[in-house]
C-alpha cells in the first residue's frame, strides 16, 4: 500500500513521521489517517509534532494500513493471541483470532512465547486483514482459513 509513498523518502536520513510533521510536512500517511479519523490532515501533523499521537508506519513495512493512536484520535482495541511453554494449542490460538475480528480488534498480535507451533502474524491489522503467518508447523496449520496471503474482511 504505500510503497510508492515511502520510495520518494527512502534517501533521507531521518524518515520519520515526526520529522516530518516538525518541518511541517504532511505525509501521505498523514492524510490517510485524517481521513480515517475525520480529523483536518493540519491537526494530524501538529499533533505528530507535538508528540501527542504516533503513526506506527515503519519505512520496512510498506503494506500496513496507517493508523494513528493518539489524544485526538479514536480509541484503537488490540488482542493478544499466543502460545506458551506451558499452553500451546492452535485451534484455541485461532479461535481467539476469529472472535477479535468478530467483534472488531483494529489489531492483533501474537505474543507467542514457545509451544509446539511457532505462528507470527508480523501484520495483521482488522481494516482490511491480510494475514502474513511464518509457521514451522506447517502441516497443522494448513486446515485453517487463516493461510498467508488471504485476504478477509
Known sequence: MRTEWVSKRREHENVSQMHYARQGVVTEEMHYVSHREGLPADLVREEVARGRMIIPANVNHTSLEPMAIG????????????ASPNSSNLDEEL??????????????MDLSTGGQFRCHPYRYHTGFIRTHWHCTNLSSFRKCSWQSGKTHR
Open 71 to 82: 489524544i485526538a484520535s479514536k480509541c484503537k482495541v488490540n488482542a493478544n493471541i499466543g
Open 95 to 108: 479461535a481467539k483470532l476469529h472472535l477479535a475480528v468478530q467483534y472488531g480488534a483494529d489489531t492483533v
